[in-house]
């Protein structure tokens, strides 16, 4: 017992030390990419200048100067600017690696152009205002996609062949497009033909007064997105988890739990489901992944004020300090995420043996 | 010979891999029609637009095939030009050194509906003074409407006759397209027969004259047009092969190499196991569309740079975690400990007991990946990050997406592109959902 647990912490630790330096890599690589491997500090350096000049050339004080003065003046204010905002250094390797270990701290800074709704200027702020949005939206649609895909699919297993099995089957190549694309079909049938729901965005303009007017609103919202999101995966997800169950449950283990006369609910939870938990497991976490890059574009389609938004609008304006502070946070918790779920592995899959698991034998 | 035959016969206890495999070799046909028929340079030209391509085609314009659905005949647009012959052409020599041209410009409507646009391009050459025309609009029942009186021309001209204010309030506030056609008993259909725009100008002796009329009408083509007027068949036709190309590229060259490098990585372990793994943990950690989208904004938005982009970033991707899960299972199995125990080589191995025991299982994720890279390609579009020059499927939708055709009710413009893209998608998902079957015997047999 004592070394399951000296295991599992070493495990823990080399883990969480890996899963960091992935994360270090991955945002290194996004300050790199946000910065043009330093060509923005360019565009940067002109607009600096062309504030600092005009401020200077605006101040009545400064009429009186002649034309090489002046010039002078604009030169070693536009240094003081430079060297205050840390960019008269070279951009590989000191202010690269600047930009990494604030990323890392999560001092997200200040964003260059965009404001958060309420005024700020703080990435941080910008970013954790919308948040809870993209946790409500994305949540919601995941859990039920969950429960919902795994719970069909043991039922549908149970009755292979079945109209309804033939049904669903049929249905899997639906998912192949992704949410947008059905958000967009959405859209047209229930916003631009029928008018019934709204076509996107987060409330009802005015917005509602009452708490629960203001809820109301936002689920009439949130009905297209989450739908869009769970027709994407639905039908795939449905037949991924009934092969496996369908393969499972075919198993000698299997029919000897039948033979013995269990219940049909007791052989499909612990003779079925118990094993094929680490698959499904993996497939739900890829799946989370998978819809974190899709919600850039559902929630650009859907007007959705959510990080994907963010992180878009970010890129068109280039907004350096945003982008990285979105990558930051996606990393940090996509890492939490495997480390949660490689104990899980270990958990639910003894033959996954802590320490041996990539090794020969 | 025979083992074909009855391979083939074998098929059709899949009918819907025979679906799959009919609707992709149809949308192959097409890609190699049109690859023929217009050529790359033409079909970028087209795309690109602008007044020589598009100056005659009406804007936002519906599919022909729209008269189908409704009673009404819809007006086709009509294209009068002097220059071509149509129409008659009198000239009168004045004294002075002038003359006086008269171009009478007929044509017939036979359509129930109003055209979205009237316009008049009018050149004139060899005249060193703008010149003073008159136009005017004979109706079939008889009546004539002076639309302008003493309009100077110099050069080319172009008269907007729908954006003519003065005419408009001549025509008791209605739009000059829809009140110069109405029908008189009914003024909500449009007046059928043959029409006359009458051109009267003078001009010196040496000059030339020639007017062409344009009718926009309200469909056009078998795919309509967008907002710029251009032809959404070129980016319908030449959506195909780009689709598939990319596609298909982009499977084969994400798969394979995953497939094996995991195979490798997971059979001998060790190092080379933690080294892959590490890079994947990496690749997961840095989503593909973001960076992609980051390349295509700071740096290229070519479609090839997409390409190797994709693949790049997805050899380490996500399959390769199912893969591995898959290979540390089946490399557990008794036979590859016999396979040990003889002595066989680590290549041997892996290209000869686990690849073939796991890519059957394998086959149908190649296929079933295709559509996820068509619609990642138009993903890139729908951001606004579609190839500059390409006409795309992605691109309609993105161009359909931002002009609010939903909005505006021009659903063909949206559903057109998003249909080609659903059943290319679902014919590769035939085919590879089917695969699974054939592939997976124990799908079968339970």
Request: hydrophobic residues 50%.
């Amino acid at each position: 017992m004592r070394g399951t647990i000296i295991r599992l912490a070493r495990m823990a630790a080399t883990r969480g030390l890996f899963l960091f330096l992935a994360v270090v890599v991955g945002v290194y690589l996004t300050v790199v990419i946000a910065n043009m491997g330093g060509e923005l500090d360019k565009v940067r350096t002109a607009q600096i200048r062309e504030r600092v000049g005009l401020s200077i050339l605006l101040n009545p004080v400064n009429r009186q100067l002649p034309p090489e003065q002046l010039r002078e003046l604009v030169d070693t204010e536009v240094q003081n600017e430079l060297h205050r905002l840390g960019m008269d250094q070279p951009f590989f390797p000191k202010r690269s690696f600047t930009y990494l270990w604030n990323a890392m701290t999560l001092q997200l800074g200040w964003a260059e152009r965009m404001t958060s709704d309420a005024g700020s200027r703080t990435v941080q702020l910008i970013l954790v205002e919308r948040l809870p949005f993209t946790l409500a939206l994305f949540g919601t649609a995941n859990l039920l996609l969950f429960f919902l895909t795994l719970f069909i699919a043991l039922f549908l297993s149970r009755r292979y062949g079945s109209f309804l099995d033939k049904v669903t089957i049929a249905l899997a190549p639906s998912s192949s497009a992704p949410g947008w694309f059905y958000g967009l079909f959405l859209i047209l049938i229930f916003a631009a033909v029928f008018r019934v729901l709204p076509w996107g965005g987060l409330v009802d303009a005015p917005i509602p007064s009452t708490t629960l007017g203001y809820g109301l609103s936002v689920a009439k919202h949130m009905i297209l997105p989450t739908t869009a999101v769970v027709m994407s995966t639905f039908f795939a997800s449905i037949y991924a988890w009934r092969t496996f169950f369908l393969i499972y449950s075919s198993e000698d283990y299997v029919e000897l739990a039948r033979a013995k006369g269990l219940s049909s609910s007791n052989v499909d939870m612990r003779y079925v489901l118990r094993p094929t938990l680490p698959p499904i497991i993996t497939n739900f976490l890829l799946v989370l992944i998978t819809m974190w890059m899709g919600q850039i574009v559902l929630e650009t389609v859907f007007q959705w004020p959510g990080l994907g938004r963010v992180f878009y609008q970010a890129i068109q304006l280039s907004d350096t300090p945003v982008i990285i502070g979105v990558i930051v946070i996606f990393g940090y918790l996509l890492a939490v995420t495997v480390f949660a779920l490689d104990f899980v592995y270990a958990i639910v899959d003894p033959r996954v043996r802590i320490g041996v698991g990539g090794e020969r034998r | 010979m025979r083992n074909w035959l009855t391979g083939l016969r074998g098929l059709r206890r899949y009918p819907s891999l025979v679906a799959g495999i009919v609707v992709i070799a149809m949308f192959i046909g097409v890609s190699i029609y049109t690859v023929i028929a217009i050529p790359y340079s033409q079909a970028i030209a087209l795309w690109r637009g602008g007044p020589e391509v598009t100056a005659t085609n009406p804007k936002n314009a519906a599919p022909v095939w729209f008269d189908l659905f409704t009673s009404d005949k819809l007006p086709r647009t009509i294209i009068v030009d002097s220059a071509a012959g149509a129409g008659t052409r009198t000239e009168q020599a004045l004294g002075n050194g002038t003359k006086q041209v008269n171009i009478t410009l007929p044509f017939q409507y036979a359509y129930d509906r109003f055209p979205k646009d009237l316009r008049l391009y009018t050149q004139v050459t060899n005249a060193e003074d703008s010149v003073s025309a008159t136009v005017s609009w004979l109706t079939p029942d008889g009546r004539t409407i002076v639309l302008q009186e003493n309009r100077s021309i110099r050069g080319s001209d172009v008269y907007y006759i729908s954006q003519d204010e003065a005419l408009r309030a001549q025509l008791s506030g209605v739009a000059p397209q829809v009140g110069l056609l109405a029908n008189p008993q009914n003024r909500s259909k449009a007046l059928e027969g043959n029409y006359e725009l009458i051109l009267t100008a003078q001009v010196p002796q040496a000059a030339t004259l020639d007017s062409r009329l344009v009718v926009y009408g309200t469909v056009y083509g078998l795919a309509g047009t967008d907002y710029r007027g251009r032809d959404l068949m070129v980016p319908l036709l030449w959506g195909a092969p780009i689709a598939i190309i990319f596609g298909v590229l982009a499977a084969v060259g994400t798969g394979v190499l995953t497939f094996f490098l995991s195979a490798i990585g997971t059979w001998l372990g060790g190092k080379v196991d933690t080294a892959f793994q590490w890079i994947t943990q990496v690749n997961l950690i840095i989503p593909v569309l973001p960076v992609l989208i980051l390349v295509g904004h700071f740096y290229s938005r070519s479609i090839w740079t997409m390409l190797g982009l994709v693949i790049a970033l997805s050899i380490f991707g996500s399959t390769m975690l199912t893969n591995r899960a898959m290979f540390l299972q089946a490399k557990e199995a008794p036979y590859i400990e016999a396979a040990q125990a003889y002595g066989a080589k680590n290549f041997r191995i892996i290209f000869r007991y686990l690849s073939p025991r796991i890519a059957p299982t394998l086959l149908p994720q190649f296929v079933l990946i295709v559509p996820t890279f068509v619609f990642l390609e138009a993903t890139l579009a729908v951001l606004g990050l579609g190839d500059p020059v390409l006409p795309t499927w992605g691109k309609v939708l993105d161009d359909a997406y931002m002009e609010g055709a939903l909005y505006k009710g021009y659903y063909y413009w949206f559903l057109e592109p998003a249909i080609l893209l659903t059943i290319l998608g679902v014919g590769f998902s035939l085919i590879g959902y089917s695969l699974d079957r054939v592939f997976n015997p124990r799908l079968r047999s339970v």
